[in-house]
């Protein structure tokens, strides 16, 4: 028993150093202010949580989140990172949970599909109550500067609904679909290493 759990935290460990690197690979969007930056770290936490369960892709997905802490610190008072968290979860707990009772390739594909969902609609969410609310007030950022980035990728950009319907929005649902392509063409190829006793 001592050795199955050894074995379990060892493989949630690799797969959270691999988000983790993973996460520092990231790119702008077009139509999205350079705030909001799509790096690919969600594929090693939904594999972690297809191959070990909901638990392991929580606990990848808060590893990931602090690896990175230590590594690059934080220059949002942690505001970044905890709603990086939260839609983390938004977008892999579903997709886990899903596959958990149906592991079928249409359960993955359901699951993710889901994710996706979760994903845009919580994160619309944590950037329009929290995130951006919580940069102006404890960042000393105004909301004209952050709405200023949104509308000179995207002139309809005029108010925050607008940067939440233009940018957070379809930039989730871009993430949550590359994320979930990414893990599906892959999944199957590493899942025997991780399924090994």
């Known amino acids: 028993m001592k050795n199955k759990h050894t074995v379990y935290l060892t ?3 690799c797969l959270s150093a691999v988000a983790t690197l ?21 594929v090693a936490v939904l594999v ?50 899903i596959y958990k009772y149906k592991k079928t390739l249409s359960g993955a594909i359901i699951g993710m599909a889901v994710g996706t969902v979760s994903l845009a609609v919580i994160g619309s ?3 329009y109550f929290m995130m951006i ?29 607008d940067l939440i319907l233009f940018a957070t929005l379809p930039f989730n649902l871009v993430k949550g679909l590359s994320c979930s392509l990414i893990t599906g063409l892959i999944y199957k190829r590493v899942s025997p290493i991780l399924h090994k006793k």
Request: charge should be negative; charged fraction near 15%.
């Open 22 to 42: 993973l996460m520092l690979l990231e790119f702008p969007l077009p139509f999205a202010p350079a705030f909001y930056e799509l790096n690919f770290s969600e």
């Open 11 to 13: 493989k949630v460990a």
């Open 48 to 97: 972690s949580g297809f191959a070990l369960g909901p638990f392991a892709a929580f606990l990848t997905e808060l590893i990931k989140i602090l690896l990175n802490l230590i590594i690059n610190g934080t220059d949002t008072a942690f505001i970044g990172e905890l709603s990086n968290l939260l839609m983390g979860l938004a977008f892999v707990l579903p997709a886990a949970f």
């Open 133 to 161: 609310p919580a940069y102006v007030k404890f960042m000393g950022f105004k909301m004209e500067m952050i709405i200023g980035m949104g509308n000179k990728v995207n002139s309809s950009i005029t108010d925050l609904k």
């Open 125 to 127: 969410a944590v950037n």
